[in-house]
Structure formats: C-alpha cells, structure tokens
C-alpha cells in the first residue's frame, strides 16, 4: 500500500501561483510514477502532470504545458506541482495518484493508489 497526501490548494486570482505537495508513505518503493489529475464540478477527472520516479521525465497536460512544473524530492518521497500563471478554468481539486507499473500516464485508471484532493480556485 502506498498512502498519498496532498497539501498546498487554496484560492488565488487569475495570473497566480501555487505549489502543491504530495507527500508519499509506506511501499513507495514499489512506485514507478506520480500523476496529477484534476476535477472540476460535474466533470471528470483529468490529466495534469505526471514525473517518473526513477528517471525523472515528465510529461504535462497541453493546457498546462508551459505554466505548470512538476518536480520530485526523491530523499522525502514528495511530488512538487508548481502552478505559475494561474486561470479561472484552473479551478479543480487536485489529486495525486501513484502507479506501479505505468503504461500510459494519462490514463487515471492505470494509477493504483490516490490521495483526498486538495482544492484550488482561481478567481477572474
């Protein structure tokens, strides 16, 4: 079992920043990737950002490509999504997931563990 704990949402006005955080516990060393996904009221969950665990590579959403980060400290099992140049349709909660073995890292179902989320607004 891996546990995932996300921290950093909040609100924030268009042209923002914020960092979140995803703090990973127990069998993380079972852990191929970490993924960002977010879901807006109504809608369903979508890819954000992604990094492997062992290498480093990531890989981002088109809609975020540019503006978001994604960063790994390997030494405290914790995934970094920097979030620079905010907009309104940013407005989601945010979940980290874990993958074992990952194929394809926009797919939501091929991650195997997730955190609670953590909301963030951006207002106009």
């Known amino acids: 079992q891996v546990q995932l704990v996300e921290s950093g949402g909040g609100l924030v006005q268009a042209g923002g920043s914020l960092r979140l955080s995803c703090a990973a516990s127990g069998r993380t060393f079972s852990t191929d990737a970490i993924g960002w996904f977010r879901q807006a009221p109504g809608r369903e969950r979508w890819f954000v950002a992604a990094i492997r665990w062992n290498d480093g590579n990531t890989y981002y959403a088109d809609s975020v490509q540019g503006r978001f980060t994604i960063s790994r400290d390997s030494a405290k099992n914790t995934v970094h999504l920097q979030m620079n140049s905010l907009k309104p349709e940013d407005t989601a909660v945010y979940y980290c997931?874990?993958?074992?073995?990952?194929?394809?890292?926009?797919?939501?179902?091929?991650?195997?563990?997730w955190g609670q989320g953590t909301q963030v607004t951006v207002s106009s």
């Open positions: 997931a874990a993958a074992q073995a990952l194929t394809y890292y926009r797919r939501a179902y091929e991650y195997d563990y």
